[in-house]
């Protein structure tokens, strides 16, 4: 990735295999999303059509939902964690974070 080239404006966020592409202005957004697919796609790597949200103002990401200011987890992440058993020792706490 650090071989492609973005405009100043937008950003490239990578985890691992996920990728993120944020930017102010919509036009900017697109045209480095498809410059990226081309670069990886000369690079012999594919993109999963299935996981793929072209220009959204929001999207899920990492199992939390981005937008314009804001971040929220996805309602199951949610009951996993409300799920867990409250911690009863010093290492329980640890184990939890």
């Not at 202005?25 to 990226?36: D, G, H, P, R, Y």
């Not at 072209?54 to 996993?80: C, D, M, P, Q, T």
């Amino acid at each position: 990735l650090k071989q492609s080239v973005t405009p100043k404006r937008v950003q490239i966020i990578q985890y691992m295999d996920d990728l993120l592409i944020a930017g102010e202005k919509e036009e900017e957004v697109k045209k480095a999303t498809i410059e990226l697919l081309n670069f990886l796609g000369r690079k012999g790597l594919k993109v999963s059509k299935r996981k793929l949200q072209f220009a959204k103002r929001e999207v899920w990401y990492l199992g939390h939902l981005i937008g314009k200011g804001y971040k929220k987890l996805s309602n199951e992440r949610i009951e996993v964690i409300l799920s867990l058993p409250s911690p009863k020792t010093k290492r329980d706490v640890q184990k939890l974070l």
